[in-house]
């Protein structure tokens, strides 16, 4: 059974950090391209950053500069560091795990939430 655990979301000030998250278990994570999505309430799901299994890196142009995707095939782990937060980084975040056009699985979601 394929599973993907977020953690790390919260309420967090503008200007703050947060470090989320995603354990796999149940898929070969190391080759799979990992992704860290997000949805606001009205809005879409959008990606947000991408890693690929070889280590390349993709970002959304509104976080650029602000988020870092980074895994850990030790740890079957996805992290995605967020700094800078902005009010308009408010979304559940969602870990996504694709390989081909076959396999793409999601996680539950964790609440990111920025506000004074």
């Known amino acids: 059974q394929v599973q993907l655990v977020e953690s790390g979301g919260g309420l967090v000030q503008p200007g703050g950090s947060l470090r989320l998250s995603c354990v796999a278990s149940g898929i070969p994570f190391s080759i799979f391209d990992m992704g860290w999505y997000r949805q606001a309430p009205g809005q879409q799901r959008e990606l947000v950053a991408r890693?690929?299994?070889?280590?390349?890196?993709y970002y959304a142009d509104s976080v650029k500069g602000r988020f870092t995707i980074s895994r850990d095939n030790g740890k079957n782990t996805v992290y995605l560091q967020m700094n800078i937060l902005k009010p308009e980084d408010t979304a559940v975040y969602y870990c996504?795990?694709?390989?081909?056009?076959?396999?793409?699985?999601w996680g539950q979601g964790t609440q990111v939430t920025v506000s004074s």
């Open positions: 996504d795990a694709q390989r081909g056009l076959h396999f793409d699985f």
């Open positions: 890693i690929t299994s070889g280590g390349g890196a």
